[in-house]
Nanobody, 123 residues
Framework: QVQLVESGGGLVQAGGSLRLSCAFS????????MGWFRKAPGKEREFVARIMWNGGTSVYADSVKGRFTISRGNAKNTVYLQMNSLKAEDTAVYYC????????????????WGQGTQVTVSS
């Protein structure tokens, strides 16, 4: 059974940076596309970024493009989200997700989800 554990969240001032990590276990990491999502209080969960199996293709939400970078370390079974120039509106619980099905990755319908890590950006 695939398990995902996020870490790296916290409180940061606007303009600062954080790097989130998501540790993957229970299957072969390199067979899975990975995504990051976030959910702010009172809002729907929204897509942030995704990265495919080989790490060569990444997609970002317009709201984070140019500020966030998704990457993966297949040797460490970990996906990362580097978040720079953080804004108050980035405050949310951040979740990583995984799927071995390309259609499900591209459509945002992932099979496995982590428990989330809180990111709070103070203005």
């Amino acid at each position: 059974q695939v398990q995902l554990v996020e870490s790296g969240g916290g409180l940061v001032q606007a303009g600062g940076s954080l790097r989130l990590s998501c540790a993957f276990s229970g299957s072969t990491f390199s067979n899975y596309g990975m995504g990051w999502f976030r959910k702010a209080p009172g809002k729907e969960r929204e897509f942030v970024a995704r990265i495919m199996w080989n790490g060569g293709t990444s997609v970002y939400a317009d709201s984070v493009k140019g500020r966030f970078t998704i990457s993966r370390g297949n040797a460490k079974n970990t996906v990362y989200l580097q978040m720079n120039s953080l804004k108050a509106e980035d405050t949310a619980v951040y979740y990583c997700a995984a799927s071995a099905n390309e259609w499900r990755v591209r459509s945002g319908q992932y099979d496995y989800w982590g428990q989330g890590t809180q990111v709070t950006v103070s203005s």
